[in-house]
């Protein structure tokens, strides 16, 4: 059975870390682009961070260059996104996506990609 599940989201204040996870079951991990997408009330989802399949390159949406890193460990099926300096416009829904391509593909996309069901991060004091 094909899953993806996120986890290591909360309400943390501003400044504040967290780590989030994804743990991926049911398709061949290794060889799919992974993505971090959030949702903040009222808006659409946006892509936040993606790690291509070879680990060869990431991408970073401009407001968090610098403060959160993605990494992905193909042994363990898992992906992770460590966000640092978090800001309340960082608030959101976290999904994970994943999508197996045979060619490069900066991030996954929303029609063919895997989705797990989010985590909440809430930024506030």
């Known amino acids: 059975q094909l899953q993806l599940v996120e986890s290591g989201g909360g309400l943390v204040q501003p400044g504040g870390s967290l780590r989030l996870s994804c743990a991926a079951s049911?398709?061949?991990?290794?060889?799919?682009?992974i993505g971090w997408f959030r949702q903040a009330p009222g808006k659409a989802r946006e892509a936040v961070s993606c790690i291509s399949r070879s680990n060869v390159t990431t991408y970073y949406t401009g407001s968090v260059k610098g403060r959160f890193t993605i990494s992905r460990d193909n042994a363990k099926n898992a992906a992770y996104l460590q966000l640092n300096s978090l800001k309340p416009e960082d608030t959101g829904v976290y999904y994970c996506?994943?999508?197996?391509?045979?060619?490069?593909?900066?991030?996954?996309?929303?029609?063919?990609?895997?989705w797990g069901q989010g985590t909440q991060v809430t930024v506030s004091s």
């Open positions: 049911g398709f061949a991990f290794p060889s799919a682009t």
């Open positions: 996506a994943a999508e197996q391509v045979a060619y490069y593909i900066a991030c996954p996309r929303s029609s063919s990609a895997y």
